[in-house]
């Protein structure tokens, strides 16, 4: 039995790991900008759970903790300070394993959905400085992924996810997200 084809008989499976946040207000063109645009905290700051459907569909609610580091690049600007940063998305991922036939232990998906996220306010140190305030942002998602399948029960998941404002262009942003799933 492949593994690919055990996924599709799981009801429910739970993953942690890694977010990245690329947050720097440029489309393409600062796209691998590590050291300046890319934001993620040193210990595992992601945890989802998935329900599995028939016909490569699924639902996975995500939530992730980032923090944005003083001096890189925020939407266009360079932070003055540290900035926490929390997000909630729910996702509807479709198995592309459907589309292309079973791949065993490659099992790429795409995914669309919605958001929550929220980003802290800079703190406001002397008078001199400008504080950015809080930003809480409902997001329209759409990305892609795989899952990398070690055993029947053990996976490594790799996603990238852009996510837009829902009412306007400030605080579009992308997330990358890498960690471990089980399967139950």
Same mark, same amino acid.
């Given at each position: 039995v492949l593994v690919g084809q055990n996924y599709k008989n799981t009801d429910w499976c739970i993953g942690l790991g890694f977010n990245i946040v690329d947050?720097?207000?440029?489309?393409?063109d600062k796209l691998f900008d590590v050291k300046?645009?890319?934001n993620m905290a040193p210990f595992p700051s992601?945890?989802?759970?998935?329900?599995?459907f028939n &016909?490569?569909?699924s639902v996975d609610l995500a939530m992730s903790y980032n923090v944005y580091k003083k001096n890189n690049l925020i939407q266009g600007k360079l932070a003055n300070y540290n900035?926490? &940063?929390f997000a909630t998305d729910l996702l509807i991922k479709y198995d592309l394993n459907e589309l292309i036939g079973e791949t065993g232990w490659f099992n790429p998906f795409?995914?669309? /959905?919605? /958001?929550y996220t929220m980003i802290s306010a800079d703190r406001k140190v002397s008078q001199g400085d400008v504080k950015t305030p809080a930003q809480n942002i409902i997001t329209l998602n759409g990305g892609i992924g795989s899952n990398f399948w070690i055993s029947p029960q053990l996976a490594i998941s790799v996603q990238a996810l852009g996510k837009w404002n829902a009412s306007n262009n400030q /605080?579009?942003?992308?997330?990358?997200?890498? /960690?471990v799933i089980f399967k139950f």
């Open positions: 947050d720097n207000n440029h489309r393409f300046d645009s890319w992601r945890i989802n759970i998935e329900k599995m &016909y490569g569909l900035r926490n &940063y795409i995914a669309i /959905g919605s /958001g /605080g579009n942003h992308t997330q990358y997200a890498m /960690g």
